[in-house]
């Protein structure tokens, strides 16, 4: 089976730097993607990673260690926009279906 | 605009209604989903079509039929529904299945009477 935990909320100021990590369990691994999702609106596809290592893309950079199951997003400028969730999914071989943990509601203060 | 529309936005309906969910993605894509997103968990993937032939069925309960017509469109067939069947339901699209990053609709917000 899958595990997937985050932290269920976070919050920030303005500015700041903020990583929010994900551990996983899982069987047949084939990578993690980090969404974004604003309230009331589509989850949007922030990032994937399958090797280990950072990707950096702009303001964000996610993180995956393969043998530590664990990933994290860092937002770094943080601004008021980036108030949403933040939900880590786990592609899995089987049916490379994916699995979403519960994401991780972040609240930027001003 | 995400490529992937669904109506209606909101639905309340009563236990014994029937009523269906359309999903429609302007991308290209060949894999179709459907998703379920209750309040305090996680989004639970219900049906995948690939090239318009379902590929998965997670358990679903039998009071919800999918359909895929054409690799365009989706429709979530609700009847009977249960009051714990109020959510989010949200479709989204891939290019394949696999690595490729799923698009996501706004969703269908559907409360049960």
């Known amino acids: 089976g899958q595990n997937i935990d985050q932290p269920t909320e976070m919050t920030a100021t303005e500015g700041a730097i903020v990583q929010i990590n994900c551990t996983y369990q899982?069987?047949?691994?084939?990578?993690l993607f980090w969404y974004q999702q604003h309230a009331g609106e589509a989850p949007t596809f922030l990032s994937y990673?399958?090797?280990?290592g950072l990707e950096e893309k702009g303001r964000f950079s996610s993180f995956l260690s393969r043998s530590k199951g664990y990933s994290y997003l860092l937002l770094k400028e943080l601004q008021m926009k980036d108030s949403a969730s933040y939900l880590c999914a786990v592609l899995h071989n089987a049916g490379n279906m994916l699995t979403f943990g519960g994401g991780t509601r972040l609240m930027v203060k001003p | 605009e995400t490529g992937v529309t669904q109506t209606p936005r909101h639905l309340v309906m009563g236990m014994t209604n029937k009523k269906s969910l359309k999903c429609e993605q302007h991308?290209?894509?060949?894999?179709m989903y459907w998703y379920k997103q209750s309040a305090k968990k996680p989004l639970e993937l219900m049906f995948v079509y690939s090239l318009e032939e379902r590929v998965e069925n997670n358990s679903v309960p039998s009071r919800f039929s999918p359909e895929c017509p054409n690799s365009s469109h989706l429709f979530l067939h609700l009847h009977t529904l249960q009051p714990e069947d109020s959510a989010l339901y949200l479709c989204a699209s891939s290019q394949d299945r696999g690595n490729q990053p799923q698009h996501f609709g706004d969703g269908t917000r559907l409360s049960i009477l």
């Open positions: 899982t069987s047949g691994f084939n990578g």
């Open positions: 990673n399958v090797l280990d």
């Open positions: 991308l290209g894509h060949n894999a």
